[in-house]
């Protein structure tokens, strides 16, 4: 990895196929995505603008609504949206994104998926990498799972996960990420 930072996405595809990391993240060529990653970034998009307090496309009403009560609900404000962050890891830096920072100690990262359960089931390496940084900013992940019907790309139903992962845990997921670099 040539770099001065990485991110859990670009190791993730050094892991799968250096090639397309070279491709990818080196030479810097437009990747191919499929329907369903084009229209989860749209929605993505719309739930930052919605966060600005920018206009949204009517047809992520569904999406913005869904988050609106959920904020309503647990009485949380969106404070900042797309809070970049580094972690300094034995001498390697890793960049992220958190999807928005709330008051009272709450970080939402959102994800666009026709499967929740796929979430549910790893803890990932962005997940303890973001738990890491969090845990020492003392603010809590929650994971706002946004389940669309995969033939119509409908919202579904929001999931809410409370993440709680064990510092044990952390630290065995970013040790395995700093093998990997």
């Known amino acids: 990895m040539a ?21 990818s993240y080196i030479v810097q060529l437009p990747a191919k995505v499929s329907p369903a990653v084009d229209f989860g970034s749209w929605v993505h998009k719309e739930l930052e603008r919605f966060g600005r307090g920018e206009e949204i496309h009517p047809d992520a009403l569904p999406f913005t609504m869904a988050l609106k009560e959920f904020l309503e609900k647990e009485r949380l404000r969106i404070r900042q949206v797309e809070h970049e962050f580094k972690v300094h890891l034995e001498g390697q830096i890793f960049k992220g994104v958190i999807d928005a920072i709330c008051n009272n100690g709450v970080a939402l ?19 303890a990498l973001y738990a890491y940084y969090l845990k020492h900013q003392n603010i809590q992940p929650v994971y706002l799972l946004f389940e ?30 700093l093998t990997a670099v």
């Open 3 to 23: 770099r001065d930072y990485e991110s859990v996405s670009s190791v993730e595809t050094f892991l799968n196929c250096p090639r397309a990391y070279y491709l």
């Open 109 to 127: 990262e959102y994800k666009i998926t026709s499967n929740p359960d796929y979430f549910r089931s790893k803890i990932s390496y962005q997940l």
């Open 148 to 177: 669309v019907d995969r033939k119509t790309n409908s919202f579904k139903k929001l999931h809410v996960e409370y993440v709680p992962v064990s510092d044990l845990l952390i630290h065995q997921r970013l040790r395995e990420l």
